[in-house]
């Protein structure tokens, strides 16, 4: 399968972020809540109090797929191991 040029780098960009915040490597099941914005991805968990728009135009799912494929074998062995996932876009 073919992944673009612009996919890779951004997925080297979020697996590199996610060192430097010397974030844990997680053998067994994992949820992932994540939030989208302009100016880059925060991992959170917050409630949902309210609807939000955003000035980003791609699809929460995209963005999504694209965090869950980074993080493998940085994170977790592989992106099969999410089992609960939650992502807004502000």
């Not at 067994?28 to 880059?40: E, M, T």
């Not at 000035?55 to 977790?76: F, M």
């Amino acid at each position: 399968m073919y992944t673009p040029e612009r996919t890779l780098l951004a997925e080297a960009k979020i697996a590199e972020a996610y060192k430097e915040a010397r974030g844990p490597f997680y053998q067994g099941p994992v949820s992932i809540d994540a939030v989208f914005d302009s100016k880059g991805i925060n991992i959170t968990i917050e409630p949902l109090e309210e609807t939000h728009t955003s000035p980003l135009r791609g699809d929460t799912d995209n963005y999504l797929k694209l965090l869950c494929d980074a993080l493998n074998e940085v994170a977790y062995p592989d992106d099969k191991r999410v089992m609960i996932i939650r992502g807004e876009k502000r």
